[in-house]
């Protein structure tokens, strides 16, 4: 038998592998900028959804204007800060949070600036009851929106709303110190504790290939295992599931919990956004559902679907 020749691999190399680092902060006037775009472009290209991903895209170009101009949110004191290092909790912690002046103000901007896009009457109607609402109204639609618990027909409000809260907690987070986030839970937001709207695989120089969730809410990016559903946290039954000539963007499936999350391949499309092109693939979503899947993520534009 002759010796292969093959290039035999260098077991010293394993030590430079470079460790992606676990978190990502938005920067926050980009976020929203991109994601526009990402809306625009997707609008534009003939897709079935296009009114409403063209509205989507006018309701995140309001959101990156208010958050340029947005007064200065209230951060967590340096003890706040330690103790949630100390104790793996999300500095952010949207269970907890109380709508500050900062939150009402982004609010009152996000509805403002709302006003003057084209949408459906539904929509519109929506619009003028969040106009003349008192603040113990949006505190409470602000909970629904942090608790996931939006009632089915008061959709409309509710995407308003977390619109608004994308901006408050975007602008947030974008001040933490992303090195200082510690892992929270499996398929936890380590900056909030939300869940990801879909996760990515990478193409960043020297972490390519590697897998990050992305918060629906405040935007921190997280280093996730491949191949682990985000749900459950398990590895043995995970299986993919895509749109024929998709390719861009698959369903992870997990049969231990019977759930599923999008992943989004950067190598395929650059410009993909973890929130506007779960939106814009939302047959995959009704495929699934068909076959008795459930969503492991969320995305408060998909509220209803």
């Known amino acids: 038998m002759a010796a292969s020749t093959a290039p035999q691999p ?4 394993i030590g430079r592998i470079p460790k992606p680092p676990f978190a990502h902060v938005p920067g926050t006037e980009a976020l929203f900028a991109t994601r526009a775009a990402r ?33 200065e ?3 967590p004191s340096s003890g706040q800060l330690e103790r949630a290092r100390t104790h793996a909790m999300p500095p952010l912690d949207r269970a907890g949070f109380s709508p500050d002046a900062t939150s009402f103000a982004i609010v009152a901007a996000v509805i403002e600036g709302a006003a003057a896009l084209p949408m459906p009457a539904e929509a ?14 949006l505190a409470a639609l602000i909970g629904n929106v942090l608790a996931n618990a939006i009632p089915p027909d008061e959709v409309a409000e509710h995407v308003f709303i977390a619109a608004a809260l994308q901006v408050d907690f ?21 900056c909030c504790g939300g869940a990801p709207a879909s996760s990515l695989i990478v193409e960043w120089p020297r972490y390519e290939g590697n897998r ?10 997280w280093h996730y295992v491949r191949a682990k559903c985000t749900l459950c946290a398990q590895t043995g039954k995970i299986s993919f599931r895509e749109i024929e000539g998709g390719g861009r963007v698959k369903a992870e499936i997990c049969g231990d919990c019977n ?6 391949y950067t190598a395929q499309e650059a410009t993909l956004d973890p929130v506007a ?29």
């Open 212 to 221: 990050y969730c992305a918060c629906a809410l405040c935007g921190t990016m």
């Open 124 to 137: 519109g109607a929506a619009l003028a009851r969040l106009q003349s609402a008192e603040r113990p109204t």
């Open 277 to 305: 092109d779960d939106v814009a693939s939302l047959a995959l979503d009704l495929l699934l559902r068909d076959e008795g899947f459930h969503r492991a993520a969320v995305n408060p534009f998909l509220t209803g679907y």
């Open 39 to 71: 809306f625009e472009a997707l609008a534009g290209g003939g897709h079935g959804l296009a009114p409403y991903l063209g509205f989507l895209a006018g309701l995140t170009r309001v959101q990156q204007q208010v958050a340029a101009a947005a007064p």
């Open 10 to 13: 260098d077991p010293s190399a």
């Open 259 to 264: 759930g599923y999350a999008k992943v989004l």
């Open 170 to 190: 975007a602008r947030r987070a974008a001040k933490l110190n992303a090195a200082d986030l510690q892992p929270v839970a499996d398929g936890v937001c380590p």
């Open 73 to 75: 949110p209230a951060m």
